[in-house]
């Protein structure tokens, strides 16, 4: 079954105990991409990537870092978390056309709830 | 800057019809999505739209016009299970998603 797989699922830490969320797709996608989603803000993109190795910032990077070590996997780490990052959190990827064009829809993992304390 | 503009919260009553209004400032514009969430979920896809008209898909169908910066979306025959968020996000000259905040859709019965 095509999908993308978040864990954990659910997370409760404490300020400054670093952090990460995993994050594999199974559909060969080049294209991942972290999103954080508040209320009343919609989603917000974090990182994205466009291929193993290749990194960008999306529009509230800080306090975050992603790897890109193999096609599938696109972890994201929150090396000392504060309480403004208490979050749903969403993984999701793509397939690219040339040119990097995000060519359809998007796939979302089914999210990762972190509360900072 | 770059903006999406949709009503925060709907209500309308099972078995009617419903109109979901999405306008978008953006650098450039190469298409646009909708996705329903339902609380606690992960968005899933509806529609696309790249070029101006409707698009039907069953009970649902987008409107594109690309001239007035203006998509929606029309549920038809509504159902209790349609109650979620529904949000528009345009893909910019970047080919990068901008996404709205969402429409909290409430269906009573």
């Known amino acids: 079954e095509a999908q993308v797989t978040q864990n954990p699922r659910y997370l409760i830490t404490v300020t400054g105990k670093k952090l990460t969320v995993t994050c594999s797709q199974n559909?060969?996608?080049?294209?991942m991409s972290w999103y954080r989603q508040d209320p009343g803000l919609g989603l917000r993109q974090i990182y994205y990537?466009?291929?193993?190795?290749?990194?960008d910032k999306g529009d509230v990077p800080e306090g975050y870092k992603v790897s890109r070590k193999e096609k599938r996997n696109f972890p994201l780490i929150l090396e000392s978390p504060s309480p403004n990052q208490t979050s749903l959190y969403f993984c999701?990827?793509?397939?690219?056309?040339?040119?990097?064009?995000?060519?359809?829809?998007?796939?979302f993992g089914e999210g990762s709830r972190l509360t900072v304390l | 800057g770059q903006n999406i503009d949709q009503p925060t919260e709907m209500t309308a009553t099972e078995g009617a019809i419903v109109q979901i209004n999405c306008t978008y400032q953006?650098?450039?514009?190469?298409?646009l999505f909708w996705y329903q969430q339902h609380a606690g979920e992960a968005p899933t896809f509806l529609s696309y739209?790249?070029l101006d008209g409707l698009e039907e898909k069953g009970r649902f169908s987008s409107f594109l016009s690309r001239s007035k910066g203006y998509s929606y979306l029309l549920l038809k025959e509504l159902q209790m299970k349609d109650s979620a968020s529904y949000l528009c996000?345009?893909?910019?000259?970047?080919?990068?998603?901008?996404w709205g905040a969402g429409t909290k859709l409430i269906i009573k019965p």
């Open positions: 999701a990827s793509t397939s690219l056309k040339m040119g990097g064009e995000v060519a359809g829809e998007l796939f």
């Open positions: 559909m060969n996608h080049e294209y």
């Open positions: 990537s466009m291929n193993v190795e290749v990194t």
């Open positions: 953006t650098s450039g514009f190469n298409g």
């Open positions: 739209n790249v």
């Open positions: 996000a345009v893909k910019d000259s970047n080919y990068q998603l901008i």
